[in-house]
């Protein structure tokens, strides 16, 4: 059973930025890929960024292209999220997803652990 505990959330300025950090109780030995989602309120959750183990791969949605970079830490089993020019719309609980087996790190159904979410709010 892998835990996630993320952190780093808060409340900033359109145009601010923000780091979070997911920290894992397994890491690579024991995930083919980890990523962040996010649900804002009355929407769906969506996957905003994910990273391949194996392979390096990130891969990032369209409305945060250019602007978020996923990383991680091998030492310190530490999945980041750094936010730049953000926007309202990036308001959200932003949650760390790992899947142990491989396959996509895309969708909900991808995931096998989460993490308990962490709140970010981008004021106008």
């Known amino acids: 059973q892998v835990q996630l505990v993320e952190s780093g959330g808060g409340s900033v300025q359109a145009g601010g930025s923000l780091r979070l950090s997911c920290a894992a109780s397994e890491y690579t030995d024991s995930n083919h890929c980890m990523g962040w989602f996010r649900q804002a309120p009355g929407k769906e959750r969506e996957r905003v960024a994910s990273i391949y183990f194996g392979s390096g791969r990130t891969l990032y949605a369209s409305s945060v292209k250019g602007r978020f970079t996923i990383s991680q830490d091998n030492a310190k089993k530490t999945l980041y999220l750094q936010m730049n020019s953000l926007k309202p719309e990036d308001t959200a609980t932003y949650y760390c997803?790992?899947?142990?087996?491989?396959?996509?790190?895309?969708?909900?159904?991808?995931?096998?652990?989460w993490g308990k979410g962490t709140p970010v709010t981008i004021s106008s």
């Open positions: 997803a790992a899947r142990s087996t491989a396959g996509e790190c895309r969708a909900d159904t991808d995931i096998d652990y």
